[in-house]
């Protein structure tokens, strides 16, 4: 395992943190305080990319000069609308309800910087995945584990909810600029 806090973790995702401890790496945690809402106009890349930059950034503040800070956000889209974490049960039916059946994307988008205010990289990835038809009870039942409600497009692929998911496109695209 690579020791000594090598970055911090901009996050308050428990799967980011899985994933990164899962390959060994070690790392703090700082949940960001960053407001979560798309600007008009906006593309959901730009929207992702926009947050994982402020998210690093807001930690980066917190930080001794020099720490290696890694942000990210992830959002689901369909036809441009951004899909963030549901409101209530309500909103996460809406929105299983729209995914249903048909094909999306899963942008995440990823930036790392260093304390207090320099961005080395910033960049996302693109992800298509076809949600099976679901009926209203499936997706009640679903929703009821408590899975979808801090998820990106009320669903987890990583969890419970990959058995709503058809197919995942067998590529990612990789946006990537110096920032």
Same mark, same amino acid.
């Given at each position: 395992?690579?020791?000594?806090?090598?970055? !911090?973790?901009?996050?308050?995702?428990?799967?980011?943190?899985?994933?990164?401890?899962?390959?060994?790496?070690?790392?703090?945690?700082?949940?960001?305080?960053?407001?979560?809402?798309?600007?008009?106009?906006? /593309?959901?890349?730009?929207? &992702?990319?926009?947050?994982?930059?402020?998210?690093?950034?807001? !930690?980066?503040?917190?930080?001794?000069?020099?720490? +290696?800070?890694?942000?990210?956000? /992830?959002? !689901?889209?369909?036809?441009?609308?951004?899909?963030?974490?549901?409101?209530?049960?309500?909103?996460?039916? %809406?929105?299983?309800?729209?995914?249903?059946? $048909? @094909?999306?994307?899963? +942008? /995440?988008?990823?930036? !790392? &910087?260093? &304390?207090?205010?320099?961005?080395?990289?910033?960049?996302? /990835? $693109? @992800?298509?995945?076809?949600?099976? %038809?679901?009926? @209203?009870?499936?997706?009640?039942?679903?929703?009821? @584990?408590?899975?979808?409600?801090?998820?990106?497009? &009320?669903?987890? +692929?990583?969890? #419970?909810?990959?058995?709503?998911?058809?197919?995942?496109?067998?590529? #990612?695209?990789?946006?990537?600029?110096?920032?």
């Amino acid at each position: 395992m690579l020791k000594n806090r090598n970055f !911090v973790l901009a996050s308050s995702s428990p799967r980011r943190r899985e994933l990164l401890a899962g390959v060994g790496l070690d790392f703090e945690v700082i949940p960001p305080q960053v407001r979560e809402s798309a600007r008009d106009g906006e /593309t959901p890349l730009d929207f &992702a990319k926009r947050m994982a930059r402020e998210k690093a950034l807001y !930690v980066c503040a917190q930080e001794r000069l020099g720490q +290696i800070v890694v942000g990210s956000d /992830t959002v !689901v889209s369909i036809s441009g609308e951004i899909f963030g974490k549901p409101r209530d049960e309500e909103d996460a039916l %809406s929105m299983l309800q729209k995914l249903s059946g $048909r @094909t999306h994307e899963v +942008i /995440t988008g990823f930036c !790392v &910087a260093r &304390a207090p205010s320099d961005v080395l990289h910033l960049g996302a /990835t $693109r @992800t298509e995945v076809r949600m099976k %038809s679901l009926d @209203t009870e499936g997706m009640r039942r679903y929703i009821k @584990t408590g899975e979808p409600m801090d998820k990106a497009g &009320a669903y987890a +692929i990583q969890g #419970i909810g990959s058995c709503l998911v058809e197919w995942m496109g067998n590529y #990612i695209h990789n946006y990537r600029n110096q920032a």
